[in-house]
T-cell receptor
């Protein structure tokens, strides 16, 4: 079955540690996205990539980094510079940027202690 | 400033009753409009979208939405809700200035009572 796989589903880390969230897709989509979800704030775009080896900052990129070395993979690193990293993180892909239809993974919940 | 507003944070509806979720947007460019649904602890799923043409669009799970340019609105409706419709609903906008990037509203949590 085609889809987006995010791992881990739950992650606990101490303050000051970097954390990498995995996102893999087998949908053959060019574009991939990372969103952060906090209660009452909807989804906010962290980073996106429309092609391999290229990515752009979204609205809240500070304290985060990404890479896009393969079409299938778009990992997100939450660095120690992110002031409030506890959140639900969603990865998504889009087959064609003209469609606007995002396909989402099931999310990763990060809790920083 | 560009924005997507969902005025209702939380709605409670009885099973079998009708449901309407409001969405207003503020964008200078032509908007392309979407409704997504999220079950607890899950990712989002597209319910329907409007790009052009008929302003009343049909989606999955019996939902429909109407685009009203004069009111800058794209409200979601369902004539008769089922307990499985309990979820969070997000309105989103994409414009010609931001191809491939969606701006989401804050979401409306829907609770369905027996």
């Amino acid at each position: 079955d085609g889809g987006i796989t995010q791992s881990p589903k739950y992650l606990f880390r101490k303050e000051g540690q970097n954390v990498t969230l995995s996102c893999e897709q087998n949908l053959n989509h060019d574009a991939m996205y990372w969103y952060r979800q906090d209660p009452g704030q909807g989804l906010r775009l962290i980073y996106y990539s429309q092609i391999v080896n290229d990515f752009q900052k979204g609205d809240i990129a500070e304290g985060y980094s990404v890479s896009r070395e393969k079409k299938e993979s778009f990992p997100l690193t939450v660095t120690s510079a992110q002031k409030n990293p506890t959140a639900f993180y969603l990865c998504a892909s889009m087959p064609d940027r003209n469609t606007g239809e995002l396909f989402f993974g099931e999310g990763s919940r990060l809790t920083v202690l | 400033a560009q924005s997507v507003t969902q005025p209702d944070i939380h709605i409670t509806v009885s099973e079998g009753a009708s449901l309407e979720l409001r969405c207003n947007y503020s964008y200078g460019a032509t908007p392309y409009l979407f409704w997504y649904v999220q079950s607890p602890g899950q990712g989002l799923q597209l319910l329907l979208k409007y790009f052009s043409g008929d302003t009343l669009v049909q989606g999955i799970k019996g939902f429909e939405a109407e685009f009203k340019r004069s009111q800058s609105s794209f409200n979601l409706r369902k004539p008769s809700v089922h307990w499985s419709d309990a979820a969070e609903y997000f309105c989103a906008v994409m414009t010609t200035d931001s191809w491939g990037k969606l701006q989401f509203g804050a979401g409306t949590q829907v609770v369905v009572t027996p």
